[in-house]
């Protein structure tokens, strides 16, 4: 029997992919590394702020009606929101905008939006910003 001298051992340094493959073999993707989860943390917020309720002038984000945003390492994106009232005219509307916006977004895979009302959204979820737009100081 011969040993493998370091000159013809097989080459086992893997290129980086996206993907990393889990105990039973499957494919499954690497973690997001910081710098790209800030940067897709920051673009979102931006997509957030580009969508407006009609009757209001201040956009959803500030309004407080973004309660939670998940991005998995494939970048799918999962977004809870609400609405300022559960009879709002555009409640039908809104999700397919905050979907659109988010889908803009670069690297965003796939987007759902649940629309939730638990908790029910009230002016102490409005940011600084809202609340002076609307001039509620």
């Given at each position: 029997?011969?040993?493998?001298?370091?000159?013809t051992?097989p080459?086992?340094?893997?290129?980086?992919s996206?993907?990393?493959?889990?105990?039973?073999?499957?494919?499954?993707?690497?973690?997001?590394?910081?710098?790209?989860?800030?940067?897709?943390?920051?673009?979102?917020?931006?997509?957030?702020k580009s969508?407006?309720?009609?009757?209001?002038?201040?956009?959803?984000?500030?309004?407080?009606?973004?309660?939670?945003?998940?991005?998995?390492?494939?970048?799918?994106?999962?977004?809870?929101?609400?609405?300022?009232?559960?009879?709002?005219?555009?409640?039908?509307?809104?999700?397919?905008?905050?979907?659109d916006?988010?889908m803009?977004?670069?690297?965003?895979?796939?987007?759902?939006?649940?629309?939730?009302?638990?908790?029910?959204?009230?002016?102490?979820?409005?940011?600084?910003?809202?609340?002076?737009?609307?001039?509620?100081?």
């Amino acid at each position: 029997m011969s040993e493998a001298s370091p000159d013809t051992a097989p080459d086992t340094a893997q290129e980086t992919s996206m993907f990393s493959l889990d105990d039973m073999g499957a494919n499954q993707p690497q973690a997001l590394e910081q710098a790209e989860l800030d940067r897709l943390t920051d673009e979102l917020i931006g997509a957030f702020k580009s969508v407006f309720d009609p009757e209001i002038p201040v956009d959803i984000y500030e309004l407080g009606l973004i309660y939670r945003v998940d991005v998995s390492d494939d970048r799918d994106v999962v977004v809870d929101m609400t609405l300022t009232a559960p009879g709002c005219p555009v409640a039908g509307e809104m999700p397919s905008w905050v979907q659109d916006a988010v889908m803009k977004v670069e690297g965003v895979r796939t987007c759902d939006v649940n629309l939730i009302f638990d908790p029910p959204w009230d002016s102490s979820k409005m940011s600084d910003e809202a609340k002076l737009a609307l001039n509620m100081f």
